[in-house]
């Protein structure tokens, strides 16, 4: 398996498509300076999907920050976070590319008669799915920070909450990968998915507020509307981030046990 993910990351390091990715997620620091030049009040600059619920806000905001004039990295931080609904969709794309690709080239029938086990080759798929999403999500969110602390400073950052917060982030990210690496070997054609992973995104715009706070309990893309729209409490992270290693556990098992029954030809 070691050699697979060598060989997976070889390829990520070497692919455009990937690099793509990284410049799209430069975005949320245009936007974000952007802010000094149009929105000098500190309005939103980006919002997708957001909605009230028992008075807690759900969505994606960018800039949404509360003192325009006492600004730190922390706020560039939660305010990069709103550009989560557009990784998501980075992310879709992205598991087509590491997944679909080798169904379509044939390499994965390859792998299989050299020797390597199915499992191998799913598992070794879905931890460099973990790596890219990993690196196309904390990209913006660095580089925002960064940017933050040296325009203004770094003093209010709250090491601790920020952890939390982004441990959770990344499970919930983790969990939606990992159901749309199990989608993607199941489906093997790469518009379907990302038409899939359109519908979630959008989902939510056209349901009933009970309906939207319904799918926060156990969808890792509920979970993202959730705390990317207001800093959730140790009740709901506990709760989601539980629901986030479920998902992870059972669409792993379910793509490992999948792969050994596919005819892959």
């Known amino acids: 398996m070691e050699n697979l993910i060598k060989s997976e990351l070889y390829k990520l390091r070497k692919s455009k498509v990937f690099i793509k990715m990284l410049l799209i997620t430069l975005i949320p620091l245009l936007l974000g300076l952007g802010l000094h030049i149009f929105k000098p009040q500190g309005d939103e600059i980006l919002s997708l999907i957001v909605t009230f619920i028992n008075n807690r806000k759900y969505g994606f905001t960018m800039n949404d920050f509360s003192n325009i004039k006492n600004l730190s990295a922390q706020d560039f931080l939660f305010s990069a976070i709103g550009f989560t609904a557009v990784t998501y969709m980075i992310l879709v794309y992205f598991v087509g590319n590491i997944v679909v690709d080798e169904y379509v080239d044939k390499t994965i029938m390859h792998k299989i008669n050299y020797g390597y086990s199915r499992t191998s080759i799913y598992i070794s798929k879905l931890i460099v799915s973990f790596i890219g999403v990993s690196i196309i999500a904390l990209f913006p969110i660095i580089l925002n920070t960064l940017i933050g602390g040296l325009m203004y400073e770094f003093g209010n950052f709250d090491i601790l909450k920020i952890s939390k917060f982004l441990t959770l982030y990344m ?13 993607a070997s199941i489906m093997n054609i790469k518009s379907e998915l990302m ?7 959008l989902l939510p715009a056209f349901l009933t507020e009970k309906n939207v706070l319904y799918l926060t309990k156990y969808i890792p893309y509920g979970g993202l509307l959730d705390i990317c729209g207001k800093y959730p409490s140790n009740e709901v992270m506990v709760s989601l981030g539980l629901n986030a290693i479920i998902v ?9 046990i999948l792969i050994n029954k596919q005819d892959i030809k």
């Open 171 to 183: 499970l919930l990210l983790y969990a939606s990968t990992s159901f749309y690496v199990l989608l």
């Open 195 to 201: 038409g899939f992973g359109v519908l979630i995104l």
């Open 248 to 256: 992870i556990i059972i669409t792993s098992t379910l793509g490992c």
